[in-house]
């Protein structure tokens, strides 16, 4: 995946004519669109294909499986024209490693962490465990929240100078540049880019601040 | 869910066709089909509401996200004819009930542990603290390994009388009878049935064992 613009679309809108006009509009301003299993269940797997007709397309499907299964979802995903998958990482090291033997010249994304509430219950605590053997089963990326730039700072600190994606910019209160600063590769925007009135606009501001550092 | 024959057939089939007819076969046999990401990759969405038609569909998508990701998935798949749904334990309280609130009259199961090597790393050792936490967060079924009975009898008792449902039976070595004796409700069976020439003949020889206790 390039590195150009650094902007990541999270493109979490459902229907899929949107999805589409939003993902023409800002192409030539992100290096990737990001989408999970809700648009691939309300418009079909065939959505992956469209979108990477614009962009390189990561799907967010966050695997969480058997490494047979594993490999499935991910030869699957490549084959429609993604460029890159997200797979959970406290599967294990066979699971990680189905994925990314699975991924071929396609990359796997590690998530060692989440953003939300319930994620600090059972998996918080083996968050670097986990971007060890990420690294160590051959993932080419990471996830670490852009809300919080102490956690960035610490998987960077683990995973040597593969990629970091970082959730969480506009609608959720991290800045981009701020991300980018504590070590993210990528900035991932979601609803304030595709939600906007004017999606090339919305995403502009976000380049700018990038641009800013 | 009904629990007449206490038999799930998990079509772990990618090709549209042969999943449909499998499943047209023994539909009178099963309590209910588990499907998987695979096959929707593969055949589309629609093969929830296909297969609905034969028998009650769990959708095994072992969800693992943010809570409005998971009442998305949740949603989807419920709206199309799945019966219940499989979640992950491990992303917490929040995406748990965002799973049970999105089902509404559908079920969730949650994944507390898994069977393969690698789920042994990070997870393994909050499988009952998972498990109690799926009950108060109103999950109505659990999975438990039919290759390990004494985990399906040590989640048993932190479950009361909720649903458990014990993958791992044929193929990989569970026994039906064995596991519906350690507690589980349902016995899966996956490739000794769909895989095998005859699915019916294949699918009497485990309702048979399960009669016999």
Not at 37 to 58: D, H, R, Y
Not at 80 to 90: E, K, L, P
Not at 128 to 136: D, F, P, Q, S, T
């Amino acid at each position: 995946m390039k590195t150009d613009s650094r902007l990541v679309l999270a493109l979490d809108e459902t229907n899929g004519e949107k999805a589409l006009k939003v993902a023409e509009s800002v192409s030539d301003m992100v290096d990737a669109i990001k989408i999970n299993w809700p648009l691939v269940l309300s418009e079909g797997p065939q959505m992956i294909t469209k979108l990477s007709e614009f962009s390189e397309v990561i799907c967010d499907f966050k695997v969480a499986d058997i490494p047979n299964t594993v490999k499935l979802i991910v030869e699957n995903a490549v084959s429609r024209g993604a460029s890159a998958v997200i797979v959970h990482a406290f599967t294990g090291d066979d699971s990680l490693r189905a994925a990314v033997e699975a991924a071929g010249d396609a990359e796997i994304f590690a998530v060692t962490e989440m953003s939300h509430p319930g994620a600090k219950m059972f998996t918080a605590q083996h968050a670097e465990e986990m971007a060890r053997l990420g690294v160590e089963c051959g993932a080419k990326g990471f996830i670490a929240p852009a809300t919080r730039p102490d956690r960035i700072a610490a998987i960077r600190s683990v995973v040597g100078d593969l990629k970091i994606l970082s959730p969480g910019v506009g609608a959720q209160g991290g800045k981009a540049s701020d991300a980018i600063k504590a070590g993210a590769t990528y900035a991932i925007v979601g609803r304030a880019i595709y939600g906007a009135e004017d999606p090339r606009a919305a995403a502009k501001i976000f380049l700018d601040d990038i641009k800013s550092i």
